[in-house]
């Protein structure tokens, strides 16, 4: 059913009091509307319900067990039910079924009121709501087809919430923050259902959710939850159980912004005066350590990069790890336990078995500071796992000294165990890669991994692609140029005749498709950053890039890509991009989102988002970078002599919602300049932001 | 013929001494014809003749809160080679750009601020030659015509160059310092290249701002007990912009007078005799500068510090006013022609605010210049003086005076420590 609130004569002086009026989710439900005798008969592939001719064979059952409304930051509707389509008691999906608003898309008014609220009717050749008709007949209805859960001729586009990955069957609560769908799972024996976890839309053009982003864990902690809410500011409170009672949802906790010790901090009461003491979890030490090893005076960490558990060359969904970057420094975290899949929660350098490899006072690391950015191979071929980092002054790899890398054909499971000891520093150091004319790759921005087939379909492609504020390079991962007394490096520049002033800020690679076997190098598109705009380019067909469009020197700076994908570990053919426009001599920042579509046969690649107000969002500031899940963004900036906040934070919403910064919840103060891009520790879901204080998080 | 006398006087006169405004940043210095230094009155004399000189130095001066930093940091604690890029003009637009992406996209974001900071020291001598003719039964008491005329030498010297960008955000200096910071040359011809902004030392000497005074001084005999004598003074003049002004493209370069400008002095002062030779007075006097408009470096960002400044537009100053009160106490001739002489000074100047003539510029920022709020000092002045023609009359009845002049506090002010004194010739 669903409620509505009416009013007469709307706007006018005769205005009346609100009338509350139900009605079903179908609007003038039908047998038609359920049921035909050829494709739709006793069908159980309609969330909201089913006709049955008793005729059947099939006892067909279909229950909702919880609802909610997401209004999108696009403007339209969707009623996000957990239903159970199969009888069998298995709550496991979750659904995004689009309802009809008070416009259209073409921006009229949808004058029976009647139907505001119900269903909207799906286009049978987009497979797309149309927003505009309620469903006349099956055909129209949005529908679910598990056993063709792509097919979008058997499965509505958009349905799936989650897409596929994530067992639901343990859900006990569902809540949508912006763009967002945030489920509670309680699963008692295992931590990977367990939690919060969240799944964002991603929209086309039109504004239409098309896909929704895999289930990704949030807050920090694999507790059974019962039930939870995010509040403005990205906590997530939530009811869990104790310990010691493991069925019982009794306890209330929230996540907090912090270092680890803190936001894990446990209460007790005091016995003599009856007063709450906090206590610090040292065993949460990420920060502690952390700030140990990039100290302040060394400007802290520069930056996070995370590498999820779906990275080509780990051992699939059982190694996941992230890359702080400091001055001169570099520390690898592994931040999944391969055994319980289940986040690392206490971080060592020493012992036996060490989940933190910290490389500093590292000649070749000292050469190429400061260092700005890592990247792993993301190559399945055998010895072939590296981890590259950039820097002002190069770029250098970490392998052996036959030049291999980690097994990445089995897949990297631990850090510095297991059969190829990565990166034990007794087997593994960092290289330089030295360009043919023997200096440098100077003012690096960007490393980016491409690993397909080439133009023919038959070869392979296996690529870094350097980008520096100048140009953009490409070479090969290949050991034999990597190891001692390598061979020579044969770097690509790939753009001849850009303009002097052009300088590029940042790099995304886009591929054809998400199905490996059709990914062909010189179908992929090249996302860029830089001052002249955000630049597309064709594919690599093995000696150049061509710009489609080459921007303008009038243009605002790109200065940050954020690209939400569909697919975890590598980037997805379509996603939403948001695209921060900077320019620090007129004080400017604005989002813009695009939509991004590699699909060769789909133009352009790129297309803003038409019913976004123009920009997205006005940050109406300079600011570094925007970082976005969906349902919170997230700005940053160093301190400058009037930025009184080095944090902003949003809510995604049609209209944008400031919350404001965060500064005060993350106790940073004017002793605290530098702030790097935040980062989803995608292990334990907990937001985690570098800077001078060395990390702080969200869990 | 009282008109053909008063322009004989003025012929006649010498000049003298010197201003205290509109320099790189304001001293407490004299100006030109400042009652403190004023030789006492010779009697039935009417050419007065004489020049009078002041040295000060110093590497402190007082902000515009009255904090006391390095002199070249008076008007900001650093000055910021990132925010110097914000909101260029159109004819800088296209340079500016490019600069700053290049260094934005070398340090890979959120460049926003680059703090340097210059420190030196402040040197100034300023001999002012005055002449002065009393116009006698011209009006009841006396009306003195005079002509002040600064020669003046300033210097900023010993300049120290740092990078402060260390210190707030580390990862900045490596191309920066390549690129700007690697040594005060290296910066230096940044800066010209990029705003045409030179960063050299000044020394500059030459005439100062001509003044014109005319003071009418009239005596009142008093029978008191206590009280032997009470003399007025009034006084108006013109202060002419006959020194050089500052170099547009010179970060250190100082006017030696008002800039440039016109302006007006207008004083009124009360001076008390009393018993056993004890005299002690005030003074009050505004200064009023007239608008000037001329071509000015202009902040196009709240942010931006004043040395590195790459907009320019012509702009109009309304000075602000500028007010000094003086009191004293002096034993007057106590011994023969000996006097000492303790003056209190407080010199206050009103905001100044410009007004641009341009679309390209905003007033509330370009106002934000702290060096055109209020400036202000407070002194203490000591002097001793020696009248030779109340010891031995001779054809010339010369004077000498000797001060030191101890700064309180301030604000705004390169306050200094300074010394100096007059001679003078009474015909």
Not at chain 1, 467 to 491: H, R
Not at chain 1, 585 to 603: C, E, H, M, Q
Request: net charge negative.
């Amino acid at each position: 059913m669903v409620g509505r609130i009416e009013k007469e004569n709307l706007g006018t002086t005769s205005e009346k009091d609100h009338t509350l009026t139900f009605s079903s989710i179908v609007s003038s439900p039908t047998k038609s509307k359920l049921y035909n005798d050829t494709t739709y008969k006793n069908s159980n592939k309609f969330m909201v319900g089913f006709y049955y001719d008793t005729a059947g064979t099939k006892d067909v059952t279909i229950t909702a067990k919880k609802v909610r409304v997401m209004h999108t930051s696009t403007g339209y509707s969707y009623l996000i039910a957990n239903c159970n389509l199969s009888g069998d008691g298995q709550y496991n999906k979750v659904f995004a079924l689009p309802i009809l608003g008070n416009k259209k898309p073409d921006g009229t008014t949808i004058t029976d009121r009647g139907i505001i609220g119900t269903l909207s009717k799906i286009d049978d050749t987009t497979h797309l709501p149309t927003f505009d008709a309620i469903p006349t007949e099956a055909k129209y209805m949005p529908q679910f087809d598990k056993d063709n859960a792509t097919d979008p001729i058997k499965t509505t586009v958009g349905l799936v919430v989650g897409q596929t990955e994530k067992d639901t069957g343990k859900l006990t609560d569902l809540f949508v923050q912006g763009d967002s769908v945030f489920i509670c799972l309680s699963d008692d024996g295992s931590t990977q259902n367990s939690g919060i976890f969240e799944s964002t839309a991603l929209f086309n053009s039109d504004g239409f959710i098309i896909a929704w982003t895999p289930w990704q864990r949030v807050m920090g902690d694999v507790q059974k939850v019962f039930g939870g809410g995010v509040d403005m500011f990205n906590n997530f409170c939530f009811l869990t159980s104790q310990d010691t009672t493991k069925t019982d949802a009794d306890t209330i906790r929230t996540s907090i912004w912090g270092t680890t010790e803190t936001a894990n901090q446990s209460e007790t009461i005091d016995k003599d005066n009856g007063k709450p003491v906090w206590t610090q979890d040292t065993n949460r030490n990420l920060s502690a350590l952390l700030s140990s090893i990039f100290p302040q005076e060394q400007v802290g960490v520069l930056q996070i990069i995370n590498f999820d558990e779906y990275t080509p060359g780990f051992n699939q969904q059982k190694f996941s790890m992230m890359v702080a970057v400091g001055y001169d420094k570099v520390a690898l975290i592994q931040t999944l336990d391969p055994t319980t899949q289940s986040p690392i929660k206490t971080f060592t350098t020493d012992g036996a078995t060490p989940n933190v490899f910290v490389f500093q006072n590292d000649p070749v690391l000292k050469e190429i500071a400061p260092l700005c950015f890592a990247e792993v191979s993301r190559n399945t071929d055998g010895d072939t796992g590296w981890l590259f980092v950039g820097g002002y002054n190069g770029v250098a790899v970490l392998c052996q000294a036959d030049g291999k890398g980690w097994d990445a054909q089995t897949g990297l499971i631990n850090l510095g165990t297991g059969a190829d000891n990565f990166p034990n520093p007794v087997t593994y150091s960092f290289k330089k890669l030295t360009p043919s004319n023997g200096g440098n790759f100077s003012n690096i921005r960007k490393l980016a991994s491409l690993v397909s087939f080439d133009n023919a379909g038959t070869g392979n492609i296996r690529k870094l692609f350097i980008q520096t504020k100048d140009n953009l390079y490409s070479i090969d991962q290949d050991a034999n140029k990597f190891k001692n007394g390598p061979i020579a490096l044969a770097e690509q520049e790939l753009f001849a005749n850009l303009s002097t002033t052009l300088k590029f800020t940042d790099l995304l690679i886009i591929p054809n498709s998400d199905t490996n076997a059709n990914k062909k190098s010189n179908l992929f598109k090249f996302i860029f950053g830089s001052t002249y705009g955000l630049l597309v380019g064709s594919g690599y067909d093995g000696t150049k890039i061509n710009l489609i469009n080459s921007g303008s020197a009038t243009s605002d700076p790109i200065l940050h890509l954020n690209y939400i994908s569909k697919t975890k570990g590598l980037n997805s053919a379509t996603g939403n991009l948001y695209a921060l426009s900077a320019n620090y001599l007129t004080n400017s920042g604005k989002i813009y989102r695009y939509f991004v579509n590699g699909d060769p046969s789909f133009a352009p690649t790129l297309s803003k988002i038409s019913v976004d107000s123009n920009p997205f969002i006005d940050l109406h500031n300079f600011r570094g970078n925007f970082i976005t899940d969906g349902a919170f963004g997230f700005s940053m900036i160093a301190r400058g002599p009037s930025n009184n906040f080095l944090t902003d934070l949003y809510e995604i919403a049609q209209t944008q919602t400031e919350s404001g910064s965060i500064d005060e919840l993350l106790e940073l103060n004017d002793t605290n300049w530098y702030i790097g891009v935040i980062t989803r520790n995608t292990a334990s879901g907990s937001w985690v932001i570098p800077g001078d204080w060395g990390v702080k998080v969200n869990e | 013929m009282k008109l053909k006398k008063i322009l004989q006087g003025v012929l006649a006169s010498y000049m003298i001494s010197s201003s205290v405004f509109c320099v790189f940043a304001p001293s407490n210095t004299f100006p030109p014809y400042d009652p403190n230094v004023r030789l006492p009155k010779c009697p039935n004399m009417r050419i007065h003749l004489g020049a009078t000189a002041e040295y000060g130095q110093s590497n402190s001066a007082r902000d515009y809160t009255g904090d006391k930093h390095n002199v070249l940091n008076i008007y900001d604690k650093y000055q910021d080679a990132a925010t110097m890029f914000k909101n260029p003009s159109d004819s800088i637009k296209e340079a500016v750009a490019l600069e700053y992406n290049n260094m934005y996209a070398a340090f890979g974001g959120q460049l926003i601020t680059a703090p340097i900071s210059f420190e030196g020291e402040y040197r100034e001598l300023d001999l002012t030659l005055f002449g002065k003719y009393t116009l006698k039964n011209f009006i009841d008491g006396d009306l003195d015509l005079s002509v002040h005329l600064p020669v003046r030498w300033r210097k900023i010297e010993n300049i120290q160059f740092k990078d402060l960008s260390k210190t707030v955000l580390p990862m900045v200096p490596y191309y920066y310092q390549q690129n700007y910071t690697k040594n005060f040359d290296v910066f230096n011809a940044k800066m010209k290249e990029l705003g045409n902004i030179d960063f050299s030392e000044c020394d500059k000497s030459g005439i100062g701002d001509l003044v014109v005074m005319l003071e009418w001084l009239r005596s009142f005999k008093q029978n008191k007990e206590a009280l032997k004598n009470v003399d007025l003074f009034l006084r108006i003049g013109l202060s002419c912009p006959t020194a050089e002004t500052k170099d547009l493209d010179k970060v250190f370069s100082m006017s030696l007078g008002n800039d440039g400008a016109w302006g007006m002095p207008i004083g009124f002062g009360l001076g008390l005799d009393f018993s056993n030779k004890i005299r002690a007075g005030g003074d009050v006097e505004f200064f009023i500068l007239f608008d000037e408009t001329k071509e000015r470096r202009l902040k196009t960002d709240p942010d931006q510090t004043e040395f590195l400044l790459l907009n320019k537009g012509r702009a109009t100053l309304d000075s602000g006013l500028t007010w000094k009160f003086n009191i004293f106490l002096q034993a007057y001739r106590f011994y023969k022609g000996l006097s000492l002489k303790l003056d209190y000074e407080y010199i206050k100047h009103d905001d100044d605010t410009l007004y641009e003539k341009t679309d390209t510029f905003d007033r509330t920022i370009i106002n934000t210049a702290n060096s055109l709020k209020e400036w202000n000092t407070h002194n203490l002045i000591f002097q001793v003086n020696f009248d030779f023609f109340m010891w031995q009359s001779v054809l010339t009845r010369p004077q000498l005076s000797l001060f030191y002049k101890y700064p309180i506090t301030g604000k705004n002010i390169i306050n200094m420590d300074t010394f100096g004194g007059q001679l003078g010739f009474n015909f």
